[in-house]
């Protein structure tokens, strides 16, 4: 059944957005259809689809109407058929995103002030909102295999509402940006959402990314390993390279971009480690053919 996972790290530039893009084409590749949905206001999971979110059609909605529309996402869903076997969604994001918090506050505050409502009420009207997106992403449980939510880098709202919709979180993580302070902070919000709204919630994994192979990276890995439980980081590794910039840069994902490279072929491992750890689904829709022998083999040599 349908797996949500959202990343979160707010620290900037940690490679949230190109795991995401990369992990989501990597899994269409192995033949699951994938929704990935935008929730930061810097829309760059938007553009990594080659779309603006400023040019989309008036009648295209985007994730700010699953907030103050509880617009269902599987009304919201871009379909991209020509890339990957058409397994490519996108729930696609908004610089409006950055005004939603504020939206919801000056509901909230309107009724009070009305006084339609009271202080319990309003927390009631709080944990509502901190809820749309997962009732909007409940949509697409049993129509995608894996949705992934692409966070800012910020541990506001957008994060909190990723984390109550989401089954998995993962922490990308770059070794340059290590920040044990925050990680520490991040792991209480974790900790308080499991407790009110979504006791399930499970560490998919911390993926090391921009890994240059010096020793700085070495030292802290081992930090990693000695604050985290054993087999919370993830295997697989991402290095270096300059094809995700440039991938990045082109509105393609990497493995449209360098097929059969490393920085592709290391997302694709990624991938398929993924696949272990949430219990080796089989596709909802059912595999093409040709797939299906690859995923066996691989099955095959785990
Ligand atoms: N493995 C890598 N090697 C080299 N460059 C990378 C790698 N992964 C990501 N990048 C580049 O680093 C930059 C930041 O990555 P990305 O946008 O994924 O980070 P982010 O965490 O989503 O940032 P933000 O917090 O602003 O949302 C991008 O230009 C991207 O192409
Ligand atoms: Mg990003």
Redesign the pocket.
């Known amino acids: 059944m349908t797996k949500i996972i959202t990343t979160t ?1 707010q ?10 893009i990369s992990l989501a084409s990597a899994l269409a590749m192995r033949g699951f259809t994938v929704t990935v949905v935008d929730c ?1 206001p ?1 829309t ?1 999971a938007t553009q990594a689809f080659g779309v603006e979110a400023e040019d989309l059609d008036d009648d295209q909605f985007t994730v700010v109407d699953a907030f103050l529309a509880k617009k269902p996402a599987d009304q919201i869903e871009m379909s991209f058929p020509d890339r990957i076997g058409g397994r490519l969604y996108l729930v696609p994001g908004s610089r409006g995103v950055s005004t939603v918090q504020f939206r919801f506050d000056a509901h909230i505050n309107e009724r009070l002030a009305t006084q339609e409502i009271t202080q319990i009420d309003a927390d009631n009207v709080k944990d509502d909102q901190r809820r749309r997106l997962k009732t909007s992403l409940d949509s697409l449980r049993g129509k995608r295999d894996f949705v992934i939510i ?4 910020e541990l506001g709202l957008m994060m909190t509402t990723a984390l109550i919709a989401a089954d998995y979180y993962l922490i ?1 993580m ?1 070794p340059s940006g290590y920040d044990l302070k925050g990680l520490k902070l991040l792991m209480k919000a974790v900790n308080q959402i499991r407790e009110r709204y979504q006791p399930n919630l499970e560490l998919l994994g911390v993926l090391l ?3 240059k192979g010096t020793k700085l990276d070495e030292q802290i890995r081992d930090i990693l390993s000695a604050a985290f439980e054993e087999g919370d980081l993830m295997k697989t590794e ?8 440039e ?3 082109y509105g393609v994902s990497i493995h449209e971009h360098a097929p059969g490279q490393a ?1 592709s072929m290391q997302y694709l491992s990624l991938a398929d480690e993924i696949l272990d750890r949430v219990g080796n689904p089989k596709p909802i829709t059912g595999l093409p053919a040709s797939q299906e022998v690859s995923l066996e083999t691989r099955a095959a040599e785990g």
């Open positions: 790290n620290k900037g530039g940690c490679g949230k957005t190109t795991a995401v930061d810097q760059n692409d966070t800012g880098p990308p770059i990314s921009k890994v991402i290095a270096d390279s300059v094809r995700h910039r991938a990045t840069l920085a």
